[in-house]
């Protein structure tokens, strides 16, 4: 049974930094793309990130570009987001999500397994 796991989230005020973490099990976590995307009340679901799992490219949102980065540890079988100089715009639940394609997707619909989220609030 595939899960992902994501910790790390919390309250932080504006201009702060959050890390968060993914655990992920029950899937070949080398041959999988990771991605992190996010969900606001009233706001559809959105990404944020995403790294490769051939040549570890990365993909970030162009709202998070230069202030999030994320990173994986496949010995591990672990994914992060390191999230810095936020803001109350990044408020949202977080979540963590694999694909087993080939290609790097953007879209939510691509990804196969998701974790549950972590609550990140951000106050100004």
């Known amino acids: 049974q595939v899960q992902l796991v994501e910790s790390g989230g919390g309250l932080v005020q504006a201009g702060g930094s959050l890390s968060l973490s993914c655990a992920a099990s029950g899937l070949t976590f080398s041959t999988c793309n990771m991605g992190w995307f996010r969900q606001a009340p009233g706001k559809e679901r959105e990404f944020v990130a995403a790294?490769?799992?051939?040549?570890?490219?990365?993909y970030y949102a162009d709202s998070v570009k230069g202030r999030f980065t994320i990173s994986r540890d496949n010995a591990k079988t672990m994914v992060y987001l390191q999230m810095n100089s936020l803001t109350p715009a990044d408020t949202a639940v977080y979540y963590c999500?694999?694909?087993?394609?080939?290609?790097?997707?953007?879209?939510?619909?691509?990804?196969?397994?998701w974790g549950q989220g972590t609550q990140d609030t951000v106050s100004s």
């Open positions: 790294i490769r799992w051939v040549g570890m490219n990365t």
């Open positions: 999500a694999a694909d087993r394609s080939w290609a790097l997707y953007t879209t939510h619909g691509s990804y196969d397994y």
